[in-house]
T-cell receptor, first 115, second 116 residues
């Protein structure tokens, strides 16, 4: 079946612009996660959703970052007034439900470059 | 807080050599432990996992045993292949009462290159 998909695969933007990154999880998966992979910081958790609510937003780096999920499916990560330090690969993952035995399935990522 | 420390890489081996990538963790509570792999040009995928002490995860010839006494989850493979060249990440997902905290804490990753 279809895996986690993300769009765009690459995004180049100018400093100060807003960007939206999209994640389509595996159908039926109730939990959705955003991570960021950068050279300096490695792989970092950003936020996760259970259904449409976000019980843990602790990884969002600043108030320029926000995310939403609608219909228990698609999620959008928005970065406002982008900065060069936002350049990274943004990864989305989903899992069937929130238990410690569940596997998270990752999408291919969106590579964001802020000039 | 929770953290994962992996041996520094990169690691370069010849085909059929024995592989060990060390991973140790710091966590409050009883985490589940994972190894994820990222092949060139591909996304992260789960390689193996263990959810409690003394469990052994295994997949594709790779193994790792959850050692609570040494807080370790070292990855091993007896005979590596060129196709194993990838970046390997150790991770933990803390659970409490069967409910995960919903986030993975990753190590810094270890680049493995296997030559023919």
């Amino acid at each position: 079946g279809a895996g986690v998909s993300q769009s765009p695969s690459n995004k180049v933007t100018e400093k100060g612009k807003d960007v939206e990154l999209r994640c389509d999880p595996i159908s039926g998966h109730t939990a959705l996660y955003w991570y960021r992979q950068s050279l300096g910081q490695g792989l970092e958790f950003l936020i996760y959703f259970q259904g449409n609510s976000a019980p843990d937003k602790s990884g969002l780096p600043s108030d320029r970052f926000s995310a939403e999920r609608t219909g228990g499916s698609v999620s959008t990560l928005t970065i406002q007034r982008t900065q060069q330090e936002d350049s990274a690969v943004y990864l989305c993952a989903s899992s069937p439900r929130q238990t410690y035995t569940d596997t998270q399935y990752f999408g291919p990522g969106t590579r964001l470059t802020v000039l | 807080g929770n953290s994962v420390t992996q041996m520094e890489g990169p690691v370069t081996l010849s085909e059929e050599a024995f592989l060990t990538i060390n991973c140790t963790y710091t966590a409050t509570g009883y985490p589940s432990l994972f190894w994820y792999v990222q092949y060139p040009g591909e996304g992260l995928q789960l390689l193996l996992k263990a959810t409690k002490a003394d469990d052994k995860g295994s997949n594709k010839g790779f193994e790792a045993t959850y050692r609570k006494e040494t807080t370790s989850f070292h990855l091993e493979k007896g005979s590596v292949q060129v196709s194993d060249s990838a970046v390997y990440f150790c991770a933990l997902d803390l659970n409490a009462g069967g409910t995960s905290y919903g986030k993975l804490t990753f190590g810094q990753g270890t680049i493995l290159t296997v030559h023919p």
